[in-house]
Structure formats: structure tokens, C-alpha cells
């Protein structure tokens, strides 16, 4: 096992049930430590990893529409990401690597309308999948 840290940052549009009108964008930016198992040798290399820690959310809504439950805010909350990567090792100095995961967090969102101003919790679940080149300078 070996400590793996994550950043698993994403922006999706929030829209409503009966309309399909955008809420608002919300911006989700956790920062996560935990730990990565490693199997392989030669040229491929497996990991599954598991990584939490705190998420900073911001929220910008949408001000062109009007209407009942617009979200206004959103507060920080709590993250974490299973996750696997699978690394090929092209050249002694060039790598393919391929990423999988889950991440979870709830934040609260507060949506106000004429009557009232409401806070509850939503799911902000998203599967993140990536793909990437490094090359090792050492």
C-alpha cells in the first residue's frame, strides 16, 4: 500500500425537473489523500486506489431565468473517489496511463423562491474516466 493523493475537480449544470432550464453551474473541487495498491511488473502496471478529504463547491447561478427554486448557494462538503489506473510503459521514459472512478460527495444547495428559501442535500455523484501521456525527466 502507498499514500496516492487525488483531485478529482469537475463542473456540471444543474437544471430543473419540470423544465430542463439551468439552474445554475456547480464547480466541485475536492482534495483528497488515501492510499493506492500496486500490482505488476515490466511494462504494465495496475493500481486501485481509494482517496477522501474535503470538496470546495461554489455555485453561479443561472440570472437570466426567473422563477420558483433557483439555487442561490451551495457549502463545502465531504468527497471520496474509488478508483483504478492501469500505467503501459511505452519507452524507459514514456508512459500510457488510463484512469476509472467514482466520485461522491452531497453538498447542500439552497433554492429560494417567493415563499420560501429551502436547504437540502443532493447527490453530486459523477464516474470520471481519463487518459493521459507522462514522460519521466528521471
Known sequence: LNPTVGFSWLDTQLRGRESGAPLAALRVRPVMGGLEYRVGEGRVTAAASIVAGYAFNSLS??????????????????AWRPGGSVWFDVSPRISLNLFGGYLLTRPELTF????????????????IVSAGVAYWIM
Open 61 to 78: 447561478p443561472d440570472t437570466t431565468q426567473a422563477g420558483a427554486g433557483r439555487a442561490i448557494a451551495v457549502s463545502n462538503s465531504f
Open 112 to 127: 429560494a423562491s417567493d415563499l420560501s428559501v429551502v436547504t437540502r442535500r443532493v447527490t453530486a455523484h459523477t464516474v
